[in-house]
């Protein structure tokens, strides 16, 4: 019989990541893909075809435009441009440009129990919110989720990397061995905190950006990894 652990007793430190693990992020990106696809209508690619190149341009997006709604536009115009044989007129791309805008018209939906877990984590804990993507849009979404008051600081990082997971540690003087990372993606949550020196928290989410996923690490005692299923378990936990 497996043995949940119990850290309510020794204050940690919890740093939480917010897209799908706060609240709904991919599905609305999900949702504009599909409108985007339909809207290409391509001749001889299937919409799974058309989706692994949208998939290859992200990526490629990404280290020159960074993550958010500015890049994820840019994808898909790249992306009608190399699949369409149509010229890419100032009205198609202002009809894709409508697509991606969808998605910044959406409201904050938070995810099951977020917020009195999150209350309940703070009166024994010290949190801080860790998010990556552009400053201005991950703030906005902190402020219109309501959710700012829980979090002693929110930080907007450019990538989630051991590195940057190190710099943090080193701003808020954090002890590694009482610090977790707590979020929804293997790539950017769990095996950079872990690499990090970091223990870390892993809540999957059926809708994980695809870009998102990889092989979950393994922890090395005495540091832990700890896969809960629903955001609420850890207030069982800590």
């Not at 993550?67 to 198609?92: I, K, M, W």
């Not at 959406?106 to 917020?115: A, C, R, S, Y």
């Not at 979090?151 to 990397?161: G, Q, R």
């Not at 059926?206 to 998102?212: I, K, R, S």
Request: net charge negative; aromatic share 8%.
């Amino acid at each position: 019989m497996q043995v949940t652990p119990n850290y309510k007793t020794a204050r940690q430190t919890l740093m939480i990541d917010a897209d799908d693990t706060l609240w709904e992020n991919n599905i609305y990106f999900e949702r504009a893909i599909a409108e985007f696809i339909s809207f290409l209508n391509h001749r001889h690619m299937s919409p799974a075809e058309v989706r692994q190149k949208l998939n290859a341009v992200e990526h490629a997006n990404i280290l020159q435009h960074g993550y958010g709604l500015h890049s994820f536009t840019h994808a898909l115009v790249a992306t009608f441009e190399q699949l369409s044989r149509e010229p890419l007129t100032p009205a198609l791309r202002q009809t894709i440009h409508g697509i991606a805008r969808t998605i910044a018209e959406q409201p904050i939906e938070l995810l099951k129990h977020v917020g009195p877990t999150l209350k309940a984590l703070r009166a024994r804990h010290r949190l801080l919110l860790v998010t990556k993507g552009n400053p201005e849009e991950q703030s906005g979404k902190v402020e219109r989720s309501g959710l700012k008051e829980f979090f002693e600081a929110v930080e907007v990082v450019a990538e989630k990397n051991r590195e940057s997971y190190q710099e943090l540690v080193a701003r808020y003087a954090l002890d590694p061995a009482s610090t977790w990372m707590v979020g929804n993606s293997p790539k950017s949550d769990i095996n950079p905190a872990i690499a990090a020196g970091l223990n870390a928290v892993f809540i999957p989410h059926a809708d994980t950006w695809v870009l998102e996923h990889a092989e979950l690490c393994t922890a090395q005692p005495p540091q832990r990894l700890l896969t809960l299923e629903q955001f609420h378990l850890l207030g069982e936990v800590f």
